[in-house]
């Protein structure tokens, strides 16, 4: 079986995601992994080390290693420090590579990964995978621009990259569209679900694990802090309808994230008293991953209201849960829900929509068949087909030509 190095230099699968910079790709690179070394494959995934505490060789699980890469000061980087110790972090994965031998391929999670990524495939010889998970070119589309510089480097990475894959149709697309590349080298490998931990339950039982004594409907959010995510709109979609007579009890999962996460929390409290909705809305620390489902069988309805989302992990794993959700029209959400159908789908932000939605999706007449609905839609991800395309595509790729620069 293969062996493949997999690199994700700013955030570690060991971290806990919805704080700091750990989210979906955290969860997507370490299930993947374990998906892998279940298929027989020998998986290292090389990190920054962000403690002096930790072990240089963590065993996830056999076949699954993660291993910590010293480049820069062990401790967390703010989002300016972090490209100025990527090629350090080549360095130190170049040395292992010395000592354990090169990989059959390279899968590089991120676009500051990809730079690494791109020197040790020619330093080495070996193939390039990149998954981007958010790319400049495509959150500017429907956010805000952070650097031309990053959107150059990223074209420059899927330029030589010998596959880039995309989570949905809608993400491969707009890859070709917005960085030219070519059609033949980028695959479609979505993202899949834990179905042993998210899957449909008892909703009064998990309010009673959860120690919610809430009579109200239940609407939750899960993800980190920030503008992206559109946690205000959350907000203020319960603001809406506590307004409008019918409360809603909001739970907002996840902790502060990037220059702003804290001020965006701040932001939420003080919000939250003006509104009079103290009572309403509940601040939940970020949860180990396989906690979330109870979260998430607790609700009646689960609100993804993010500007950007290449695919949507969130809203994934709570249609497994068979909580309907309500999101934003953008990315990959847009294949992932079946507005009308598991959930709806708004081009619209403002809260009165959200609120007109969210009332639709708690009618008692369509409740039971939107949760039937998105259970079964769910079914159709898992995380070993996941590993099955990424492997039958390594196959490929070792018995292919590498990718020129251009």
């Known amino acids: 079986m293969a062996r493949l190095a997999v690199l ?3 955030t570690s699968p060991l971290a806990q995601p919805g704080t700091g910079d750990g989210g979906g790709m955290n969860v997507c690179v ?3 992994s374990t998906a892998l070394a279940r298929l027989g494959h020998e998986v290292d995934v090389y ?6 505490s930790v072990n240089d060789t963590v065993v996830v699980e056999p076949g699954f290693r993660v291993r910590h890469v010293t480049a820069g ?11 100025l110790f990527v090629d350090e972090f080549a360095d130190g994965v170049a040395a292992a590579f010395r000592c354990v031998g090169a990989p059959e391929a390279l899968h590089a999670h991120y676009w500051l990964s990809g730079i690494a990524g791109h020197r040790l495939k020619h330093e080495f010889d070996v193939p390039l995978i990149t998954t981007f998970h958010t790319l400049e070119r495509i959150k500017a589309e429907t956010f805000e621009a952070e650097s031309p510089e990053r959107a150059d480097l990223e074209r420059q990475i899927i330029g030589c990259s010998d596959a880039v894959l995309g989570s949905c149709d809608v993400e491969v697309d707009q890859i070709i569209r917005h960085y030219g590349a070519d059609p033949a080298r980028v695959h479609v490998v979505p993202l899949g679900v834990e179905h042993a931990f998210f899957g449909p339950g008892h909703r009064p039982q998990a309010r009673r694990a959860l120690g919610l004594d ?3 409907p239940l609407a939750v959010f899960v993800g980190r802090l920030q503008s992206l995510k559109g946690v205000d709109l959350a907000l203020e979609t ?3 309808m506590h307004r409008r007579g019918t409360p809603l009890h909001l739970a907002i999962v996840g902790g502060p994230s990037g220059p702003s996460g804290r001020a965006t929390l701040e932001g939420l409290r003080r919000r939250v008293a003006e509104a009079g909705v103290i009572d309403l809305v509940s601040f939940v620390a970020p949860q180990p991953h396989e906690l979330l489902s109870t979260w998430f069988r607790a609700a009646d309805v689960t609100l993804v209201p993010s500007r950007a989302e290449s695919f949507g992990l969130v809203a994934l794993e709570s249609s497994a849960c068979g909580t309907p959700v309500v ?4 990315g990959g959400l847009t294949t992932l829900v079946d507005s009308g159908v598991t959930g709806l789908l708004l081009e619209d932000r403002s809260p009165e929509s959200w609120a007109d939605a969210v009332a639709w999706v708690l009618d008692p007449d369509r409740a039971t068949s939107l949760s039937t609905n998105a259970v079964l839609r769910a079914q159709n991800y898992t995380w070993r087909a996941s590993a099955q395309r990424v492997r039958g595509l390594s196959a490929q790729l070792a018995a292919a030509e590498l990718v020129s620069c251009p």
């Open 73 to 83: 000061p062990p401790r967390v980087l703010t989002r300016d420090e972090l490209p």
């Open 238 to 240: 319960t603001i809406e």
């Open 8 to 10: 994700s230099y700013h």
């Open 30 to 32: 370490r299930e993947l």
């Open 47 to 52: 990190t920054r080390r962000e403690s002096p």
């Open 327 to 330: 999101a934003s029209h953008v």
């Open 214 to 216: 809430t009579t109200h």
